[in-house]
């Protein structure tokens, strides 16, 4: 599994009612990718409520497209939900709040398994370059069980007292220097990470403008709150026919060393991770043929 298969990663409280008809694919058949949330999503004196909402929906979770990932609250959740009938059918974890200190915990309840895990950067090491050089380091020697670094936009901004407003991009607020910081820091060692939710709803303009943004800076993949940010997300995953054409001809066996294509210059030895990346992104996605993106009305009930 690749992280660019993910798309937008649907957020649903272990609580919510129609858990079942969602893991088998049936209530948002369009969904990618779900994560079933046990942490802040979830009030503590409702965690047992979404625990046994969980363990009922893997006991009845049918094989389906959906890569269904879980975020437990804690370890000792995350042990409960290890223990649960059904639980090899999720692809994987996506563990909150990791840092050098816990990751070993993580970890260790882990060991024995192959599951994948989604780390979320989401405390004040972020704003340590050494604490994220250590959890790096970490990271590297179960490089072939992450599958992507999740950067928690809100969690972030809560520790500087802030949260965003409408209309007002992550790159506009102190989390676009983060999300610099934090791309530098992994992405050249081979870590994806994916981008911080939009937490307004009804204002797809700003969405699409943050999408836009996320990939300049080499994110790939956004968590969704609602359905219907999902569409909006994935429909600006598609590769323009311009950079396909351009990655196809950077790829090509018989490629010149430097040569012009339109008005930009391409030269293989510099460009190829570029163009594969545009490959893939086309083998999921298709190519955008400039159809208008889709601004779905979905009842989230």
């Given at each position: 599994?690749?992280?660019?298969?993910?798309?937008?990663?649907?957020?649903?409280?272990g609580?919510?009612?129609?858990l079942?008809?969602?893991?088998?694919?049936?209530?948002?058949?369009?969904?990618?990718?779900?994560i079933?949330?046990?942490?802040?999503?979830?009030?503590?004196?409702?965690?047992?409520?979404?625990?046994?909402?969980?363990?009922?929906?893997l006991?009845?979770?049918?094989?389906?497209?959906?890569?269904v990932?879980?975020?437990?609250?804690?370890?000792?959740?995350l042990?409960?939900?290890?223990?649960?009938?059904?639980?090899e059918?999720?692809?994987g974890?996506?563990?909150?709040?990791?840092?050098?200190?816990?990751?070993?915990?993580?970890?260790?309840?882990?060991?024995?398994?192959?599951?994948?895990?989604?780390?979320?950067l989401?405390?004040?090491i972020?704003?340590?370059r050494?604490a994220?050089?250590?959890?790096?380091?970490?990271?590297?020697?179960?490089q072939?069980r992450?599958?992507?670094?999740?950067?928690?936009?809100n969690d972030?901004?809560s520790?500087?007292?802030?949260r965003?407003?409408?209309?007002v991009s992550?790159?506009?607020?102190?989390?676009?220097?983060?999300?610099n910081?934090?791309?530098?820091?992994?992405?050249?060692?081979?870590?994806?990470?994916?981008?911080?939710?939009?937490?307004?709803?009804?204002?797809?303009?700003?969405?699409?403008?943050?999408?836009?943004?996320?990939?300049q800076?080499?994110?790939?993949?956004k968590?969704?709150?609602?359905?219907?940010?999902?569409?909006?997300?994935?429909?600006?995953?598609?590769?323009?026919?311009?950079?396909?054409?351009?990655?196809?001809?950077?790829?090509?066996?018989?490629?010149?060393?430097?040569?012009?294509?339109g008005?930009?210059?391409?030269?293989?030895?510099t460009h190829?991770?570029?163009?594969?990346?545009?490959?893939?992104?086309?083998?999921?996605?298709g190519?955008?043929?400039?159809?208008?993106?889709?601004?779905?009305?979905?009842?989230?009930?």
């Amino acid at each position: 599994m690749q992280a660019l298969e993910l798309g937008a990663s649907l957020y649903v409280p272990g609580t919510h009612a129609q858990l079942q008809a969602i893991v088998n694919g049936e209530k948002y058949p369009f969904l990618r990718s779900v994560i079933l949330c046990t942490e802040d999503a979830v009030l503590p004196q409702h965690l047992p409520e979404a625990l046994h909402n969980i363990s009922q929906a893997l006991k009845g979770m049918r094989e389906s497209h959906l890569k269904v990932f879980i975020r437990p609250r804690n370890i000792p959740v995350l042990q409960t939900l290890l223990d649960m009938e059904g639980i090899e059918q999720v692809q994987g974890f996506v563990l909150p709040k990791v840092e050098p200190q816990n990751l070993p915990l993580w970890m260790g309840t882990l060991k024995g398994t192959s599951f994948h895990i989604m780390p979320t950067l989401e405390t004040r090491i972020v704003f340590d370059r050494g604490a994220l050089d250590e959890l790096r380091s970490m990271l590297l020697a179960q490089q072939h069980r992450v599958l992507s670094l999740r950067i928690g936009g809100n969690d972030l901004l809560s520790l500087l007292n802030m949260r965003r407003s409408r209309g007002v991009s992550a790159y506009q607020t102190p989390l676009g220097a983060l999300i610099n910081q934090l791309v530098l820091q992994f992405k050249p060692y081979g870590f994806n990470l994916s981008a911080p939710v939009y937490d307004f709803t009804d204002d797809p303009e700003t969405l699409i403008q943050e999408t836009r943004m996320d990939l300049q800076s080499g994110l790939f993949g956004k968590t969704a709150i609602h359905p219907s940010q999902v569409p909006v997300i994935e429909s600006l995953y598609r590769v323009s026919g311009v950079d396909l054409e351009m990655a196809q001809a950077i790829l090509a066996p018989d490629a010149p060393a430097v040569f012009k294509l339109g008005d930009a210059m391409c030269e293989p030895a510099t460009h190829s991770n570029w163009a594969h990346q545009m490959m893939d992104r086309f083998q999921v996605y298709g190519v955008d043929l400039g159809a208008p993106i889709p601004l779905l009305a979905v009842n989230n009930g």
